[in-house]
């Protein structure tokens, strides 16, 4: 997407809200199906939500069960047919998505010794990475769950990717190393530097690499996460590092105003070639920002509390998991002695309105 005045861009941009989707749980991953008619949230307590999001009803499906921990990545495969999903207890399946009942095709309670952070899908289908606390990055087959390599790291993978191509992945770790593997030789080729976004506070790690996405074309990398400050009650700058391909360099660093708003938790483009991007930070802090890549500075921000992830259908409506407003962790609201009220991830549906004349 070319520069252009920022004020344009918001006055053509600019989200409206059309619904709030109330929940009882919080989320920690939403994404639709490639068709944009079905919605499917992982919870923090082992479940997948679905919804009919066909018609403005957005109709609640039945949900479905079998994960144990936080599942915390899902993906769909390219046919529309089978979601896939990990959890904190390092489970990884396989679902069938039209079934009212469905069961898992396949599921691998052990395929990593804990938590997986995060999974995707290789552009033909064929594969899925998953990224471990484990410090590994395991290449499943689709069709049945079935190990096909282990790629090694030496912290945590928060997160993986495939090249476009098909004929690599990149993944990126607690320390801000991203390294990219050659899927034909599982060797690691090199290497990206994102240890700005990593400190050592005392004893504690804090940051780590936590989202990718590639330009359609493989020509770029972009990966999300934030430049801490602090360790304990984690303070952080929202930081976008936008790598050059075929260099490795950094083309650009895209950075928040303040060390208020966290990691940059999910990425997506739009069709018209701006990032759209999430962030959530402490206390009760986070946004919903539109991004030009070659801009310094967001051209559309909206404050929304803890976002995790957005979904974009195809055509033009956006979803995004946030956590409920003044939600700071720190007793309850008023004066009076109600029961202490209790986190959930409301969904924000935005329309894009029509581009003024």
Same mark, same amino acid.
């Given at each position: ?22 929940l009882?749980?919080?989320?920690? $991953?939403?994404?639709?199906? @490639?068709? +944009? =008619?079905? #919605? !499917?949230? &992982?919870?923090?307590? %082992?479940?997948?939500?679905? /919804? *009919?999001?066909?018609?403005d ?36 399946s396989?679902w ?8 898992p ?10 938590w ?11 594969k ?30 928060? $997160?993986?990717?495939?090249? @476009?191509d +098909? =004929?690599? #992945? !990149?993944? &990126?770790?607690?320390? %801000?190393?991203?390294r990219? /593997? *050659? ?5 690691a ?16 790690d ?20 934030a ?55 402490q ?10 890549l ?10 929304l509390?803890?976002c ?12 995004v ?20 009220p ?8 935005f ?7």
């Open positions: 997407m070319a520069p252009a005045d920022p004020k344009a861009l918001e006055a053509k941009y600019k989200p409206k809200q059309f619904k709030v989707l109330p009882n749980q919080q989320l920690c $991953s939403i994404r639709l199906s @490639p068709d +944009g =008619k079905l #919605l !499917v949230a &992982g919870t923090f307590e %082992g479940g997948l939500r679905r /919804w *009919d999001f066909s018609t009803q957005f109709t609640e499906l039945t949900p479905l069960a079998g994960h144990n921990g936080w599942v915390q990545s899902i993906a769909f495969h390219t046919d529309g047919k089978r979601l896939f999903s990990c959890d904190s207890w390092g489970r990884l396989a069938p998505i039209a079934e009212k009942d469905a069961k095709l396949w599921s691998i309670a052990d395929a990593h010794d804990g997986i952070h995060a999974i995707a899908l290789s552009p033909d289908g064929t899925l990475a998953s990224a471990g606390r484990d410090k590994t990055v395991r290449i499943s087959s689709t069709a049945d769950g079935k190990k096909i390599a282990v790629f090694p790291h030496t912290e945590d993978v928060l $997160s993986v990717a495939f090249h @476009p +098909g =004929k690599s #992945l !990149v993944s &990126g770790d607690h320390k %801000g190393i991203i990219q /593997w *050659d899927l034909a030789t599982g060797k080729t090199r290497e990206f530097d994102a240890k700005t976004m990593y400190m050592l506070d005392r004893i504690q804090v940051g780590g690499v936590r989202c990718f996405l590639f330009d359609k074309a493989g020509s770029i990398l972009i990966a999300g996460g430049i801490p400050t602090s360790g304990g009650f984690v303070t952080a700058t929202s930081v976008i590092l936008v790598y050059d391909w075929a260099t490795g360099k950094v083309k650009h660093t895209i950075k928040s105003a303040d060390d208020k708003q966290g990691y940059v938790l999910d990425m997506a483009f739009h069709p018209d070639g701006f990032l759209m991007a999430v962030s959530s930070g206390p009760g802090t986070g946004r919903l920002f539109f991004q030009n070659e801009d310094p500075q967001a051209f559309f921000s909206q404050p509390a803890n995790h992830a957005l979904a974009l259908q195809p055509g033009g409506r956006l979803i998991s946030a956590t409920n407003a003044n939600s700071a962790g720190n007793g309850r609201p008023g004066k009076g002695k109600e029961d202490y209790g986190n959930f991830s409301p969904l924000h549906v329309d894009f309105p029509a581009p003024k004349k």
